[in-house]
């Protein structure tokens, strides 16, 4: 369905994609998960035909996105990280002119939107920009979806909205590939990465990776220790000054930290943490997670 091969951008002497190559199936969920300035939106707009690219070639549903751009936006729902829909507009107002801009109805494709658009009726007649971020979020993603595409791009589509209306939206994101559609999302939140079918870890326009979430998972190959303490912040520096420890950082209520050639004493380091003056110390095995991952990717991509 999307396939990019060595895909290059450079702004000005800032390198923001740097030879990507990847390829998406149809009826997936793929994941670009990374942070800001990873070079998601500059990939996200190369493939909706809204940038060119210095170098490479990508296809999205057997159309090239420079040479077939008219047709391809045809087939494409893309929804910006930044909401552009028309702040003066109704919810309606929005939805309708879309539509519109396709050549459809909202009548026409309503049960594409169905599930999501039921949560905006109580407000279609407020203006967009009277919204909720949730709700700003939801009929965005409406808008993108009114003329079917075969494709669904969202960047970042849950960053500054609230908890709830994060898992609602990947709920919705299942219920939209278990029809078909194709579905590319990038994320900086590494917990919606298992969401996604496979993903790509990003960082300074490159993938370190590409998997599922489980594939990922499992190809970190060190031990991890969960390690906690009552002075959380002195623990993370002391952590990372003791000869044992190769890596250290924190993760919610605990500081995750692997030891050079996977070899770690822990009586000798609580001892240590002792002597320095901590107390209430926890050192526990920790299962590894996809920010284990990411964070160890980067830290062999600095070693090389």
């Known amino acids: 369905m999307i396939e990019v091969a060595d895909l290059t951008r450079r702004f000005g002497g ?18 670009l998960i990374g942070p800001d300035g990873a070079g998601k939106t500059t990939l996200f707009r190369i493939l909706a035909t809204l940038l060119l690219a210095d170098s490479g070639s990508a296809t999205v549903d057997g159309l090239d996105v420079v040479r077939d751009y008219r047709e391809l936006r045809r087939r494409l729902g893309y929804m910006p990280g930044r909401f ?45 920009g009277a919204l909720s971020g949730g709700m700003k979020q939801k009929l965005a993603l409406c808008c993108a979806l009114i003329h079917k595409p075969r494709v669904l791009f969202l ?14 939206l990947w709920d919705m994101l299942g219920r939209l590939k278990a029809q078909g559609l194709t579905i590319l999302v990038s994320t ?9 079918d496979r993903m790509a870890l990003m960082q300074h326009g490159r993938f370190l990776r590409v998997d599922s979430p489980a594939g990922i998972v499992a190809g970190f190959g060190r031990r991890l220790w969960a390690v906690r303490g009552a002075k959380m912040s002195r623990l993370l520096s002391d ?20 030891a050079h ?20 110390l926890t050192l526990t095995p920790a299962a590894p997670g996809i920010e284990d991952c990411f964070m160890e990717l980067l830290q062999e991509g600095e070693a090389q």
């Open 14 to 31: 800032v390198q923001a994609l740097g030879g990507l190559s990847f390829a998406v199936k149809e009826g997936e969920i793929f994941g």
């Open 84 to 128: 552009s829909l028309y702040q003066d507009l109704s919810v309606q107002e929005n939805l309708a002119f879309f539509a519109a801009v396709f050549g459809t109805t909202i009548a026409a494709n309503y049960h594409l939107v169905k599930d999501i658009y039921q949560q905006l009726e109580p407000f279609k007649h407020r203006r967009a």
């Open 155 to 168: 960047d970042e589509p849950t960053t500054g909205v609230d908890p709830v209306s994060r898992r609602e």
């Open 188 to 196: 900086p939140y590494m917990d919606e990465a298992a969401l996604c």
């Open 239 to 258: 952590l990372r000054a003791y000869p044992a420890v190769r890596s250290c950082f924190a993760f919610g209520d605990s500081h995750h930290l692997t």
């Open 261 to 280: 050639g996977d070899a770690l004493d822990l009586d000798a380091l609580r001892a240590h943490l002792e002597g320095l003056g901590h107390s209430d």
